[in-house]
C-alpha cells in the first residue's frame, strides 16, 4: 500500500488495535521509500459496557505523521500522531518528548540536539488510547551534518565580569527549567515568523573565540541585527512566561507556544508585555537593544523545545519541513 505525500517529509502508520499492521511512508525530498511498522499492540483491558441497541463506537486508527524524516542538527521534526489518541510520549536520540493536545492532533516538536551523531536513528512514540489500550509506533529520521562557523569577539574588562562562568551557568540553569517545562496544550498557531527584518549577524551554533581562546561552545540563539528601539514581535502566538532583566541576556522576554516549545528574546531595550500575558504571532512584545552581555544594539533570539535549545532560523526556512 502506497500513500502519497503532500509537501515535504512525511511518513504514516496504520494502527489496528488486534490486526497485523501494514504500513508506509513517503521518503520526503531523498525520494526513498520508508517502512513505517507497528512494534507493539495491547488491546483494551475490557470492552466497554454498551447500554441495550447500543452500537459501538469504533476507534479512529492512529496514525503517525512526521514533518520531515531529515533533519538537520538543531533542526526540529514536528511530530504528530491523528486519530483517536489521548496521552504519549515521542523518544529520539535518548531524549523523551511528551505529546501535546493540538487542534486534530497529539504532538510534539522532536529536537535534534547539536552534537548529535549523523545519520539514520530510530523513532519510537508510545500511545494510550481512550480506552486504555497501548502501543506503539517507529520510524526512522536522518540527522543530517550543520558546520559551525566560528566567531572571534573581544569583550573589555567591563564587561568581562559577566563572562564569570557561574554568571552564565546559573542564568542557563533559570532558562532550561522554563524550557523544559511543557504545557499540555498548542498554544502557537499557523508559521513561525521571524521576529524583526534585520540580516542574520550571528547563526545558532556558531562557537566563539572569547578575547584570543581557543573556540568552544555553541551560540544559543540567532543574531539579527536591529537598531536599539526597533520593534520586536512574537514569532508565533502563546503565553508570556518571562519578562525581565537578566545578567547575560539583558532584559528578556519568553513566550510559551504550547507542548514544550518556547522563543526567547534578548538584550531588549524596553518590555511591552507582561508574564501571564497571551500574545499573537507578530505582536510587537519589546523594543531591541543592547542590554546584558552584548557589544551592539541586536536581538538574540532563542527557540527551545522541552528543554533543548534550537535553530530558530530552522522554524523559519522550511528545513524542519514545516
Ligand atoms: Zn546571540
Known amino acids: 500500500m502506497r500513500i502519497v505525500c503532500a509537501g515535504r517529509g512525511f511518513a504514516s502508520v496504520l494502527f489496528l488495535l488486534l490486526g497485523i499492521i501494514a504500513a508506509t511512508a513517503c ?11 507497528l512494534i507493539t499492540a495491547v488491546p483494551a483491558d475490557a470492552t466497554p459496557t454498551l447500554a441495550p441497541g447500543e452500537t459501538p463506537t469504533p476507534l479512529v486508527p492512529p496514525e503517525l505523521v512526521l514533518s520531515a524524516v531529515q533533519v538537520y542538527q538543531a533542526g526540529a521534526v514536528l511530530v504528530s500522531v491523528t486519530g483517536d489518541v489521548k496521552a504519549g510520549t515521542a523518544t529520539f536520540l535518548g531524549r523523551t518528548f ?13 529536537a535534534v540536539d547539536t552534537e548529535d551523531s549523523p545519520g539514520p536513528h530510530p523513532l519510537r512514540v508510545d500511545i494510550t488510547m481512550p480506552n486504555g489500550s497501548k502501543g506503539t509506533l517507529e520510524d ?59 540580516v542574520v549577524t550571528a547563526r545558532y551554533g556558531e562557537q566563539r573565540s572569547i578575547n584570543g581562546s581557543a573556540p568552544s561552545g555553541h551560540h544559543s540563539g540567532t543574531d539579527l541585527g536591529a537598531m536599539e528601539g ?55 512584545i519589546a523594543l531591541s537593544g543592547n542590554t546584558g552581555l552584548s557589544t551592539g544594539a541586536h536581538l538574540h533570539w532563542e527557540i527551545a523545545s522541552q528543554g533543548v535549545w534550537l535553530d530558530a532560523l530552522r522554524f523559519t526556512d522550511g528545513t524542519n519541513g514545516f
Open 27 to 37: 521518503g520526503g525530498d531523498s525520494g526513498d521509500e520508508i517502512t513505517t511498522r
Open 140 to 198: 526512522t529520521i536522518t540527522v543530517l551534518k550543520t558546520d559551525w562557523t566560528v566567531d572571534s569577539l573581544e569583550f573589555d574588562s567591563q564587561t568581562s565580569e559577566l563572562l564569570d562562568p557561574k554568571t552564565n551557568a546559573d542564568e542557563l540553569a533559570l532558562l532550561k527549567a522554563i524550557y523544559s517545562g511543557v504545557t499540555p496544550a498548542k498554544l502557537w498557531d499557523g508559521p513561525w515568523l521571524m521576529p524583526v527584518n534585520g
Open 98 to 110: 511528551t505529546l501535546a493536545k493540538g487542534s486534530q492532533s497529539m504532538f510534539a516538536f522532536v
Open 230 to 284: 526597533t520593534p520586536v514581535t512574537a514569532t508565533n502566538s502563546g503565553r508570556v512566561v518571562l519578562a525581565k532583566q537578566l545578567k547575560v541576556r539583558g532584559n528578556m522576554v519568553i513566550i510559551d507556544h504550547g507542548g514544550g516549545l518556547f522563543s526567547g528574546y534578548c538584550h531588549l531595550s524596553e518590555i511591552d508585555v507582561t508574564e501571564g500575558q497571551m500574545v499573537h504571532g507578530g505582536d510587537v
